[in-house]
C-alpha cells in the first residue's frame, strides 16, 4: 500500500497542532491500564500536560483515574 493511501483524509501535523490546541477533552480509544502500552503512555502523557483523558475501552472500568466507557456511543458530552 502506498504512502499516499495511508494517508488519505489524515490531517496535516499543521492542522493536528491546531486541534490539539483547541481540544481539552481527548477520547482514547483503546486505551490500556498497562502502563507498558502505547495508548497507556500516550494518553499518560497528554494527561500531564493538561488535557482531560477520557478513556474508550469495554474491557476496563478506570484508566488513569479516569471512567472508562464501552464505545464513542457511550460517552457523555464532546470529546
Not at 489524515?10 to 482514547?28: C, F, H
Not at 486505551?31 to 500531564?48: E, F, G, M, N, W
Not at 493538561?50 to 479516569?66: A, K, M, Q, S, T
Amino acid at each position: 500500500m502506498a504512502e499516499d493511501e495511508l494517508t488519505s483524509g489524515m490531517p496535516s501535523d499543521q492542522e493536528l497542532r491546531a486541534i490539539l490546541g483547541q481540544a481539552r477533552t481527548i477520547a482514547v480509544v483503546g486505551l490500556s491500564s498497562d502502563p507498558k502500552r502505547p495508548s497507556h503512555r500516550v494518553a499518560a502523557y497528554l494527561k500531564s500536560k493538561g488535557y482531560r483523558i477520557v478513556p474508550v475501552n469495554p474491557n476496563e472500568d478506570e484508566v488513569l483515574g479516569e471512567r472508562s466507557y464501552p464505545s464513542l456511543r457511550d460517552v457523555p458530552g464532546d470529546v
